[in-house]
Each structure stands twice: as structure tokens, then as C-alpha cells.
């Protein structure tokens, strides 16, 4: 009876230690991660600062809303922008146009307006499409759920740019439109259609080709109007006249 007491207070004791020691792995390996964020953070940090494209400086955050949008509310939440071409969550080192989000508990951040991050604003296209004019809801992605970086804004609209079905084409040369419009208008690169959000009008404006950026412009600046007698449009020249007009 005493050897098997013995055997069996062993074996408890065993188990403790086998708890404790779980404990510590667990914990070594938050604190990698955790390392691993803080440097991709530090790495992205430094991509910003060297950063020239738009910054709205919008209250950083996520805006659940259109309304949450307007009144510069948003749901204070740590996230962390993600390729959109990783299957895993790897935190972004580059400034890049288009990005999934994600919160603090590593989960997708969906069905949400727009996210303020490091003083860059991104709309979330399932936002965009929801909250478009009437004449461009049959535009549409297959990645719903990911955000695109407003490049060009003011106190007029905001502008941005997404892959949607029938993008436009892509190439232009940066002498199209001269040498001295600057890195945002004529040397980045072209990220699909032009889309411009309307404070006035509170939507989206999709450009969804050249006739149709031609009705959109000819209201509010005739000036900036484009011959479309070519089959393709010149995105650069859409960039210069949103900056006039932003």
C-alpha cells in the first residue's frame, strides 16, 4: 500500500511540473509573437515617416458606420494592417494601398466603413459598394472584406482606387501628363478604378469608365472633362483633375 501511494504522489508531482512547464512554453511563445509585432510595427513606423501620399489624420480607429465616419467617431480598437495575398497574419513592413485589417484577437476585421491607421484612411469596399451611387451598385470583388488607402483628398472628396471587375487598363507613362504633377499623380502606381467619395452627396462615385468619369466631372468641373474616343482611359489625368477639385 505505501509503494503505491509513493507511485501515485510521483505521478501527481510529475503532472504539476508537466503543467508548469506548458505554462512557460505558452508564455515564450506569446512573447516571441509579441516581439515579432512590435518590430513589424517599428519596421512599419519607419515606412510611414518616409511616407509623401495624402494623410487625412482622421482619429485613429475603426469607424463602424458611415454616420461613425462623418462625425469623426471611432471604435477606439489596436489593428494591425495584412497582405491581402498571405494566408497567414503577418503584420505589413510597406505603406501598401490595398490590406486586410486585423484586431487584437487576430480576427478579420469585416463589415465596417473605414479604418484610421498611423494617420492613413482606408475604405473597406463591402462600405464602399454599400454606401455607392445608385448607378454603380453592379460593381463588385471578390475581396469584399479588404480596404483600399485614400491617395488624394480635401475638404470636397476623398479619392482612392480598387481593383473591381472590368479594371481599367494599366501603363500609362508618366510623361502623359508632364513632369512636374508630383509622385502622387503621375509616378505611383494605378491600383484599378477611380472611386471618390462625396462629402457633399455622402457616397461613392466609381469611375467605371471613361464616359462614365465624363458625366461625374462635367457637373462640378467641366474643365477636367476627357476624350474618350480611345477605349482607354488615362488614370493619371483623373488624379490631376481630383486634385484640383478635391
Known sequence: M??????????????????????????????LFSLAITAQEQALDAA????????????????????????????????WPVDVGRSEIVVQENIAHTCF???????????????????????QL???????????RNESSNIHN???????????YFYTEAELANAWAKGFAYGAIGGGVGS????????GKGIVWD???????????CNDYNEFISVV???GVLDCKSKKINPYAIRKVIDIIK
Open 101 to 123: 485589417f486585423y484586431g487584437s484577437n487576430r480576427e478579420k476585421i469585416t463589415d465596417v466603413f473605414a479604418v484610421s491607421y498611423k494617420g492613413n484612411l482606408y475604405f
Open 126 to 136: 463591402k462600405g464602399i459598394f454599400k454606401n455607392c451611387n445608385k448607378n454603380d
Open 48 to 79: 510611414t515617416k518616409m511616407d509623401t501620399l495624402f494623410k487625412p489624420n482622421y482619429p485613429e480607429g475603426v469607424y463602424l458606420t458611415k454616420e461613425a465616419f462623418l462625425n469623426k467617431k471611432p471604435v477606439i480598437r489596436t489593428v
Open 2 to 31: 505505501k509503494r503505491k501511494q509513493l507511485i501515485s504522489g510521483t505521478i501527481r508531482i510529475n503532472y504539476k511540473q508537466l503543467i508548469f512547464t506548458m505554462k512557460i512554453i505558452i508564455s515564450a511563445i506569446f512573447a
Open 184 to 191: 502622387v499623380l503621375a509616378q505611383s502606381y494605378i491600383h
Open 199 to 209: 462629402f457633399k452627396n455622402q457616397e461613392f462615385n466609381i469611375f467605371k469608365n
Open 146 to 156: 479588404s480596404f483600399v488607402r485614400v491617395i488624394l483628398g480635401g475638404e470636397n
Open 221 to 223: 468641373y467641366p474643365e
